[in-house]
Every structure is written in structure tokens, then in C-alpha cells.
């Protein structure tokens, strides 16, 4: 009881107030009139807003817990540099993410997560213990039902602490101000208190129940009278008991629903009550549950009701709900976590979570490309718009006119009568400004989507970083597995890279496809040829992530035989496996993003000469120093089902060409492509 005492007096040396004192130190404690009972929650009672976890608020509630609990905080290391920006650096071991992902011995971080925003939904609030050792360090974290707490005001520190009361317990349990991490909604009307969406919709859900209420008497013949039995005599009130029992056990209920009614006695029945179609009630009954469904931010297609819902907006109801629901709740959270618990281990900690909205890439990648192509915008505008450097190089830094996309302003070709154009065609497919042309083009086109899937490499990478880390935690001296258990995480992940990266390739193959059709002059009908793109990806992605996989395994096996030939413990490992993902989420991650993409839309772009017929292929190599010698072959022509001739010997369909089984030399990091031959070169 010492501890106890030792709290409650902690607490209680703030109750006696002085109102002249309070107006000059913190005078809204006085105004708003919580100096009394704990700080009594105004009029609102969270006992009632607890009890309304159902029917469309549970459904409503737990969809957006579930979503915030998908997602997992991060750790970052402040560093600062005289004359420079901030700069954010991800860690991976600390004691933060311990205690987050630990929680305590009886549960676990999602279920932590999710039960403190069911919390904050139904009542605006919720409450973390957080019990700290001698350090000062929180060891473990609880949440207590938000109904349960009350906030002790103080006019020195504006809150002295809090007190729990167990529903049908004995005395209150007193926590000081510093181990209750307290989160919610901000509330206009109060400053101790937060307001949830279900005080907002509390009109919505009382209609609702009384809806669901008259629903089921209806069911249950008891809404209103449906009908009258009449009779032209007297009934005694014995006549009257029986003949109601009888006319209940036969016709109440909805196993007697339909069922005939035979009657005796002079009886007649009158019809009254209405049918519930006539009611309204399915209407009714939507209206009430689309407002509940507004005033949590959750769409109907995201609880299954697939009303006039396809694809194309089901996605756009996700990137909504994920940028306007779910993403302020993490924000919220968010900010708490560097309020409360990361000042505690170092100022310069900083908590963060991914940024959940899916689309928001994806649309800016469609959004570049479609200006750069139609001659909206330059190169150099689109670059800036995401915070880059501008090339300033003449092709970059004004629009390119869509078919032949050469610099706008750039004169115009002489006229040249027919019969020399058609001699130029027998010479020769493309003149040397129009390769270059083409070059141009090519590059514009993948280097965004090289950066796009370069940050999902990253990212991928990034998790398992963590992932392996975690594991490695395990392992408190060398075991003959260890290298087993993180190759098992490793091999666990492929389908996950797939995964992630198949939107990706898909729109590279595509790009491909298009940019092909448009030089040849040929329509593809994607809707017909959709199995052929499915089939094609899904070959690219199973040999690009099974690759993958093997090179970080190589990697991390050299890693860890290098560190136990010197002798060294688990913690010197870590840091020789830290280095690995370290460069693989760097270097590693844009090379592969390079290569991916490169070979995607080569590939695209060969099968879109074959389906037009076209029966030579051109190697195109890239304008600049930087291609490798056994790359120099450009201008070379061969059949388009034959192979290209390298100056170092190796063979490929493409550039990027990983079926001809040519070293990774020659895949890795290429970025020339291809032409198509309409006519025989002399």
C-alpha cells in the first residue's frame, strides 16, 4: 500500500484549489469546471459508447483498427549536420522497437494496436500504462479500457495524473501523469477529453438500433397489430385468454410465417399493419448504415458491399480510405510515440510509419509520363516537381512533340516527294537522328519507372533488414543454424518480392508493348492479348525474384562464414549483416530496379514487332560513355527470332535478355534496346 499511498498523495496535493491562483497560472481549468471528481468527462457517458461495438460500428471500427494495426512503426536516428539539412537514418535494433513489438507477456503489438483505436473510435480515447524500471525506461505497455480512466486536472501541470475504476470494483487506482500515454481525437469542447467519430454519429446509431429493433419485432409480429379479429358477440375474458394464446402459438414467430388460418365462431379478420416493403425499411435501413459508414471514413467496398463497385473504383475507394482515414490515425499516433516514449530513450529518436496509401506512386508515375508524352511538360519540369535537379540538356528542358518527338521547335523536315521516300525506305529503317530520337524516348520512359521500382526494392529490402535482425536477436552464442534461419526468412520472402514488384514490371512489359505498337504502326488489342501479358510477367517475376534471393543469401553466407573464421560474436555478425542490407537497399536496390525494368521493356517491345509481322530486329546502343565494350554492336541487324552477336561472344534476344543463359555481366545495369527493321538495310 506504500507505492499506493505514495501516488494518491502525488495526487492529492493538487486537489485543493485556489481559483484567484488557477486564473493566473492555468485559468482554463477553472473556466472548464473539471477542478473536481477527477475531472469528471463532462455529460458524456463511455460506459454507453462502449456498448455500441455492433452492428455497423462494430464492423465500421474494427475495419479501420485492423488497418491501422497493419502497419509497423519505425525507428530513426536524428543527425544533423552544420549547414545541412536533417537527415533521418532507419535503425533496426532498439529498445523502442522491443518494447513495441514486445508489448507485455500477454499480448502482442497488432493487438495492442487495434485495441487502442476500437478504443479511440468508440469513445475519442485511449490509455496506455506504460510501468517504467529505475531508468526511467518504459518496460512494458497495457492498454486499460478508455471507460475505466478519468484525468486528474492540476493547475500547475494541467493534468496531476489519472485514476482507474474498475466497473462494479472497489477504490479507484490512482497512475502518475508519466506512465499514461493517453491518445485522442482532438475535441473542440474539451481539453482533457477526446471526441470519436461515435459521438458524431450517435443520432445515426440510435436510429440504427431502433431500425434493427422494429426489424426484428416486426419478424416477431410485434411492431404493430398486422390485423383484427372481430367478432359480432360478446367474448368472456376467458374466451378472450385462449383465443389470443391460440392465434400466438399458431401464427407468432417466423416459423409460423405463411402458414393458414382457419376461423370459427363468427370470426372475422381485418388486415391493418403494412408489409415491410411497404415500411421503407431496406432504405431506411442503407441511408442510416451509408452515415454511420461517413462518419468513420470507411467505404462501403472496403466491408464487402460490392454495390456498383468494380475494380477501377474499388481502388480509388482504397487510396481514399488509406489517405483520409487511416493515415491521420497513424499520423496521430505517430506523433504521440516522439511526444511520450521517444524523448525517454534519446532527443534525437524519431518514430515513423510508411506512408500506407497504395496508389499515390503510381499515380504520379502515370501522371509524368502522360505529360512528358503528350508535350504537357518537359523532362526537366517533371523533375523538379519531384524535388530533383534539373538535366538542362536541350532534349530535357523543353516538351517533346508526341509521333516523332523531336525538341518542340525544332524546323521541320523538307517535303520529299514519294518516290525518294520510298528509296530512303529500301536503304535503310531509321536515320541516325531518329535512333537518337528513339534513344531519347526510351529513357524517358524508364527512368521513372526505374526510380518507381527502385524505392519498392528498397522497401522489400528494408523489411527484411528487420526481419533478419529480429532473428538474429535469438541467437545468444554461434549455432550450426544460424545461417539455416535466416536463409528460411530469405526463402519465405520471394512470393513477397513478387509480390510487391508486379505492378511494376507489368507496367514496364506494357510500356514496352505500346512504344513498340506506335514504331510499327500497329494496334494491339490489350484485352485480347491480357493472357499473353499475365504469362510474360509472371516469368520475369519468378526469375527476378529467385534471383534476387540467391544473391542476398551469397551474400549474407559470406557475411557470416567471414565473421565466425575471425572469431567473432553474434553482435560483430550483425554489424557485417547490417552492412549487407545496407548496400543492398542502396546500390543493390537500383541496379536491380534498372535491370528489371530495361529487360521488361525491351521485352514488350520485341513482342510487339513479332505480333506486326516485323522480321528484323536493330541493336540500339545507349548514347553515352558509359557503354560497356561488349556492348558496342550498334547498328547490328539480325532476324528477329535470332540472337545478338556481342563483341565479347555472349548471345542475347535483347538487351536484358536473361533465357539465353549470357553471364550477369551482360544483363546487369544495360540500358541499350532495340529498333525494328521495316525494310532491308544496303
Not at 426484428?216 to 411492431?223: D, E, T
Not at 370459427?264 to 391493418?272: A, F, I, N, S
Request: charged fraction near 25%; include cysteine; proline fraction near 6%.
Amino acid at each position: 500500500m506504500g507505492l499506493k499511498n505514495n501516488i494518491f498523495d502525488f495526487i492529492n496535493k493538487y486537489t485543493p484549489i485556489d481559483t484567484d491562483a488557477i486564473r493566473q497560472k492555468l485559468p482554463f481549468v477553472h473556466l472548464l469546471g473539471h477542478e473536481k471528481s477527477y475531472g469528471k468527462p463532462n455529460a458524456r457517458n463511455y460506459d454507453v459508447m462502449m456498448q455500441n461495438y455492433k452492428s455497423w460500428v462494430f464492423a465500421c471500427a474494427n475495419k479501420n483498427a485492423t488497418s491501422v494495426a497493419s502497419n509497423t512503426p519505425q525507428a530513426f536516428k536524428r543527425i544533423i549536420k552544420v549547414g545541412e539539412e536533417e537527415e533521418l537514418k532507419r535503425i533496426y535494433q532498439h529498445p523502442f522497437l522491443d518494447l513495441i513489438n514486445g508489448v507485455n507477456p500477454f499480448s502482442n503489438r497488432y493487438e495492442l494496436f487495434v485495441i487502442t483505436i476500437l478504443n479511440m473510435e468508440l469513445t475519442g480515447n485511449a490509455y496506455w500504462w506504460a510501468p517504467r524500471n529505475v531508468l526511467g525506461i518504459p518496460t512494458q505497455l497495457w492498454n486499460i479500457p478508455s471507460n475505466w480512466i478519468k484525468v486528474v486536472p492540476s493547475p500547475e501541470k494541467f493534468i496531476a495524473g489519472y485514476v482507474m475504476r474498475v466497473p462494479g470494483k472497489g477504490e479507484p487506482v490512482p497512475f502518475p501523469e508519466e506512465e499514461i500515454i493517453h491518445f485522442k481525437y482532438p475535441n473542440p469542447e474539451d481539453l482533457y477529453y477526446g471526441a470519436g467519430p461515435t459521438w458524431g454519429a450517435q443520432y445515426g446509431i440510435d436510429l440504427n438500433n431502433e431500425v434493427k429493433q422494429w426489424g426484428i419485432h416486426f419478424f416477431m409480429n410485434n411492431a404493430q397489430p398486422s390485423g383484427v379479429l372481430s367478432t359480432e358477440s360478446n367474448l368472456t375474458p376467458d374466451e378472450y385468454d385462449r383465443m389470443t394464446k391460440m392465434w400466438d402459438k399458431r401464427h407468432k414467430g417466423k416459423k409460423n410465417a405463411g402458414k393458414m388460418a382457419i376461423l370459427e365462431g363468427g370470426l372475422k379478420y381485418q388486415q391493418m399493419g403494412s408489409k415491410m416493403k411497404e415500411s421503407g425499411y431496406k432504405e431506411i435501413n442503407a441511408e442510416v448504415r451509408d452515415e454511420i459508414m461517413a462518419m468513420y471514413g470507411v467505404p462501403a467496398s472496403k466491408l464487402g458491399l460490392v454495390n456498383d463497385v468494380n475494380r477501377a473504383n474499388a481502388d480509388a475507394n482504397d487510396y481514399t480510405y488509406q489517405k483520409e482515414t487511416i493515415f491521420p490515425k497513424l499520423k496521430l499516433m505517430e506523433e504521440k510515440f516522439n511526444e511520450k516514449l521517444a524523448p525517454l530513450y534519446d532527443p534525437n529518436l524519431v518514430i515513423r510509419f510508411d506512408n500506407p496509401v497504395p496508389d499515390d506512386n503510381d499515380f504520379r508515375l502515370r501522371e509524368k509520363e502522360s505529360n512528358i508524352r503528350t508535350g504537357i511538360t518537359s523532362i526537366d519540369e517533371e523533375r523538379e516537381k519531384d524535388g530533383l535537379e534539373p538535366l538542362n540538356l536541350p532534349e530535357t528542358s523543353v516538351p517533346l512533340i508526341p509521333f516523332n518527338v523531336v525538341p518542340a521547335g525544332t524546323p521541320a523536315p523538307e517535303p520529299t516527294s514519294p518516290e525518294k521516300v520510298d528509296a530512303e525506305k529500301e536503304k535503310k529503317s531509321l536515320s541516325k537522328s531518329q535512333a537518337d530520337n528513339k534513344w531519347r524516348v526510351f529513357v524517358t520512359l524508364t527512368a521513372p519507372q526505374e526510380r518507381m521500382l527502385t524505392e519498392v526494392v528498397k522497401r522489400f529490402f528494408e523489411k527484411q533488414h528487420s526481419e533478419v535482425m529480429r532473428s538474429l536477436n535469438n541467437f545468444k552464442s554461434h549455432k550450426k543454424d544460424l545461417f539455416s534461419s535466416i536463409s528460411f526468412i530469405l526463402d519465405q520472402a520471394i512470393n513477397e518480392l513478387s509480390v510487391r514488384s508486379q505492378n511494376n514490371v507489368r507496367e514496364a512489359y506494357v510500356s514496352g508493348l505500346e512504344l513498340g505498337s506506335q514504331e510499327v504502326g500497329n494496334q494491339i488489342d490489350f484485352n485480347l492479348f491480357e493472357p499473353n501479358i499475365q504469362l510474360a510477367v509472371n516469368e520475369r517475376l519468378r526469375f527476378f525474384a529467385e534471383k534476387v534471393n540467391q544473391s542476398t543469401q551469397a551474400l549474407m553466407e559470406r557475411a557470416i562464414q567471414a565473421g565466425i573464421r575471425e572469431g567473432e560474436s553474434i553482435e560483430e555478425i550483425s554489424k557485417r549483416i547490417d552492412t549487407v542490407f545496407q548496400h543492398s537497399e542502396g546500390f543493390r536496390a537500383k541496379t536491380i530496379a534498372q535491370t528489371e525494368v530495361i529487360g521488361a521493356v525491351n521485352s514488350g517491345q520485341l513482342k510487339a514487332y513479332n505480333e506486326a509481322g516485323i522480321t528484323e530486329k536493330k541493336w540500339l546502343t545507349a548514347r553515352d560513355e558509359k557503354v560497356r565494350d561488349s556492348h558496342q554492336i550498334d547498328g547490328q541487324i539480325v532476324k528477329s527470332g535470332d540472337v545478338f552477336n556481342l563483341a565479347s561472344g555472349a548471345v542475347l534476344l535483347y538487351p536484358g535478355d536473361r533465357s539465353t543463359g549470357a553471364d550477369a555481366g551482360e544483363v546487369i545495369n544495360c540500358r541499350c534496346t532495340v529498333l525494328p527493321v521495316t525494310k532491308k538495310e544496303s
